[in-house]
Nanobody
Framework: QVQLVESGGGLVQPGGSLRLSCAAS????????MGWHRQAPGKERELVAS???????NYAESVKGRFTISRDNAKNTMYLQMNSLKPEDTAVYYC??????????????WGQGTQVTVSS
């Protein structure tokens, strides 16, 4: 089994910064893709950013230039640096990963989510 644990959410004022972390553990052989999604009240879950094992990244248009996704492959950990935060960034942020386990099985896993609230 594979577990993803997020940390780093909280309350921040508009224009502020937060850094989210996602640590993967368990029966991991390799992690192919890692990403962050978010879900605001009354809205569908949306992709925020993703990063593949080679380091290539993809961002939603709404966060380009403000958010930076990165990963430490040796630690099976992913980060999301969020700068210039806006009230519309308020949401529950979910970590997810496509993982090949030690038995060669591929699966997609999700974290429990961490709340980010941007408000004055």
């Amino acid at each position: 089994q594979v577990q993803l644990v997020e940390s780093g959410g909280g309350l921040v004022q508009p224009g502020g910064s937060l850094r989210l972390s996602c640590a993967a553990s368990g029966s991991i052989f390799s992690i192919n893709v890692m990403g962050w999604h978010r879900q605001a009240p009354g809205k569908e879950r949306e992709l925020v950013a993703s990063i593949i094992s080679g380091g290539s990244t993809n961002y939603a248009e709404s966060v380009k230039g403000r958010f930076t996704i990165s990963r430490d492959n040796a630690k099976n950990t992913m980060y999301l640096q969020m700068n210039s935060l806006k009230p519309e960034d308020t949401a529950v942020y979910y970590c997810n990963a496509v993982v090949t386990n030690v038995n060669g099985m591929v699966g997609r896993y999700w974290g429990q989510g961490t709340q980010v609230t941007v408000s004055s």
